[in-house]
Nanobody, 124 residues
Framework: QVQLVESGGGLVQPGSSLRLSCVVS????????IGWFRQAPGKEREGVSCISSSDGTRYYADSVKGRFTISRDNAKNTVYLQVSSLKPEDTAVYYCAARLNTIATLEYFEYDYWGQGTQVTVSS
């Protein structure tokens, strides 16, 4: 059974940092690209960052470049998203997703499996 479980969200002040984790199980982790997406109330789901399994290539949305860092630990079947210098507009539910392809993309419709999400709220 394929499972993706996110954790690490919370309520933080602007300028703070968090580390989001996505633990995957039920499939061969090395064969899947992993992406992080977010969805704020009333807005469409958007790609935040993703990482290929073939060569570790990383992609970031323009809105998070320089503030977010994605990494993967294949030994732990885990992908991390370090989010820093948080802004109120980063408030959203953050989801990780797996794509049965070694190449990552920020297009959410390319992903096959999804986690339940973790809430990140940035507010003073």
């Amino acid at each position: 059974q394929v499972q993706l479980v996110e954790s690490g969200g919370g309520l933080v002040q602007p300028g703070s940092s968090l580390r989001l984790s996505c633990v995957v199980s039920g499939f061969t982790f090395d064969n899947y690209a992993i992406g992080w997406f977010r969805q704020a109330p009333g807005k469409e789901r958007e790609g935040v960052s993703c990482i290929s399994s073939s060569d570790g290539t990383r992609y970031y949305a323009d809105s998070v470049k320089g503030r977010f860092t994605i990494s993967r630990d294949n030994a732990k079947n885990t992908v991390y998203l370090q989010v820093s210098s948080l802004k109120p507009e980063d408030t959203a539910v953050y989801y990780c997703a797996a794509r049965l392809n070694t190449i990552a993309t920020l297009e959410y419709f390319e992903y096959d499996y999804w986690g339940q999400g973790t809430q990140v709220t940035v507010s003073s």
